[in-house]
C-alpha cells in the first residue's frame, strides 16, 4: 500500500511539472479562472442596460413632454426625436431597439374622457431587451400617465398588502449569479480538459510506453492524473471564488468555503472521470478537443446554472438527474449564494459522490483495456 501511494504522488508530482512546462495550458488554466469568469459575469446580462430608444411626439403638449422625460437611464438612453419617415429605415438599420410614438391629441383626449392609444414598436430581434424593457417601458409611460390625471402615481390600495423581500440579492445584481455560474461552468470544462490532456500528452509524447513497463497498475496511473489536475483545478477555484467573484463582482459568500471545496474535489473525481475516459477513444489532442464539444456544451447549458431545470421537459430533468453537474450547480449555488449547510445539501453532496464512483470505476474499465492493447 505504501509504495501504490509513493507511486501515485510521484507520478502525480509529475503531471505537475509537465503542466508547468506548457506555457500554452497553464496560461488558458490562468485565463478560465480569472477574465472568462469575470467578464462574461461583468458585462453580459438579460437585464435591459442603455437600450436605444426614439420618440416620435406628434403631439408636442405638455403630457408628450413628460412621456419622453419619464424614459430614464440606466435602463434606457436619452431618447432620440425622429420623424415618421424616419422610423422604418432606422428600424431595419437595428439603430433603436424602441420607438415610442406619441400620436396627436393624446392630451386633449385624455383630458376629455376620451381613451387614447399610445404605440411602441420593438425591435424583437433584441430578445433579452425587447421582452423586459418593453415591460419597463410600459411601467414608466403609465406611471407618468396616471401622475398626469391624478396628481398622484404608485400602487392603489387594495384590501391585501402584499410585502415583497428579496432574499439573498435585494438589488437583484445578475453578474453575483453569473459568477458562480461562470466558475462552475469552467470546473467542469477544466476538469475533462486537463485530465484528458494528460494522457494524450503521454502518447502523443510517446511516454506511456515508459509507464506500462513499470510495476505500475492502470489504477495508480488515473488516480496520479486526477489528484494531480485536481489539485491545480481546486486551488484556482479556490483564488477565482474569493479574487474574481468576491472582490471583483462584488458578490457576497455567505456559506462556509471549506463546504465549497469539498463538494468541489468530490466533483472533480466525476468529471476527471469523464476525461479519463475521453481520452480512450480517441487516438490525439484535435480528436480529443473536437469529442468535448457535443459533451461539454450540453452538460453545461442543460446543468441548470442557465435556465432551471424546472423549465426543461420531464425527460429531460431525469437524464439531468444522472449527471454531476446539475447537481453540483444545487450544491454551489446553495452554499455559495444562499449559505446552506451540509444539513441542506448533503443529498446533492452524496449524489455528486455515488455518480462520480460510477463514472471513476467506467473510466477505469476502459483505461485498463485500452492498456492492454497497447501492451
Keep these: 500500500m505504501r509504495r501504490r501511494l509513493a507511486s501515485i504522488y510521484w507520478l502525480g508530482r509529475k503531471e505537475l511539472v509537465s503542466l508547468r512546462r506548457d506555457p500554452v495550458l497553464a496560461f488558458f488554466v490562468v485565463y478560465a479562472f480569472t477574465y472568462a469568469v469575470y467578464v462574461p459575469s461583468a458585462t453580459t446580462g438579460l437585464e435591459v442596460r442603455h437600450a436605444s430608444v426614439a420618440f416620435l ?37 437595428g439603430t433603436y431597439t424602441f420607438v415610442i410614438d406619441v400620436p396627436p391629441r393624446i392630451e386633449a383626449d385624455l383630458l376629455a374622457g376620451r381613451p387614447p392609444s399610445l404605440q411602441i414598436l420593438v425591435d424583437a430581434t433584441a430578445m433579452s431587451q425587447a421582452g423586459v424593457g418593453v415591460g419597463y417601458l410600459t411601467r414608466m409611460l403609465g406611471d ?16 391585501i398588502l402584499s410585502t415583497i423581500r428579496v432574499a439573498f440579492n435585494p438589488n437583484l445584481e445578475q453578474s453575483w449569479y453569473m459568477g458562480i455560474v461562470q466558475l462552475i461552468n469552467n470546473v467542469t470544462m477544466l476538469a475533462i480538459l486537463l485530465t484528458g490532456a494528460a494522457l494524450l500528452r503521454e502518447r502523443e509524447h510517446e511516454t506511456i510506453e515508459h509507464l506500462l513497463v513499470m510495476p505500475l497498475a492502470p ?72 469529442l468535448l464539444v457535443p459533451v461539454i456544451i450540453p452538460m453545461i447549458s442543460l446543468s441548470g446554472g442557465i435556465t432551471p431545470l424546472e ?65
Design 144 to 159: 407618468e400617465i396616471e401622475e398626469f390625471v391624478t396628481g398622484t402615481r404608485g400602487p392603489k390600495p387594495t384590501p
Design 57 to 93: 411626439d406628434e403631439d408636442r403638449s405638455n403630457l408628450s413632454a413628460r412621456l419622453r422625460d419619464a424614459v430614464r437611464t440606466p435602463y434606457f438612453r436619452t431618447p432620440q426625436e425622429v420623424s415618421s419617415s424616419d422610423i422604418d429605415p432606422e428600424m431595419d438599420a
Design 219 to 290: 489504477l495508480e496511473i488515473a488516480l496520479a492524473k486526477v489528484w494531480a489536475n485536481g489539485l491545480v483545478i481546486v486551488v484556482g477555484a479556490a483564488a477565482s471564488l474569493g479574487a474574481v467573484v468576491h472582490y471583483g463582482l462584488g458578490a457576497p459568500i455567505r456559506g462556509s468555503i471549506p463546504l465549497f471545496l469539498l463538494g468541489t474535489v468530490t466533483y472533480l473525481f466525476s468529471m476527471s472521470a469523464v476525461g479519463i475516459f475521453l481520452s480512450t477513444l480517441v487516438r490525439s489532442m484535435p480528436q480529443f478537443g473536437l
Design 311 to 375: 423549465s426543461m421537459p420531464a425527460a429531460l430533468q431525469v437524464l439531468m438527474q444522472a449527471l454531476p453537474t446539475a447537481h453540483f450547480v444545487s450544491f454551489t449555488t446553495a452554499v455559495v449564494y444562499r449559505g446552506a449547510g451540509i444539513d441542506v445539501v448533503w443529498e446533492s453532496f452524496a449524489a455528486i459522490a455515488a455518480i462520480g464512483a460510477v463514472f471513476f470505476f467506467a473510466a477505469l474499465f476502459r483505461f485498463r483495456a485500452s492498456v492492454a492493447v497497447a501492451r
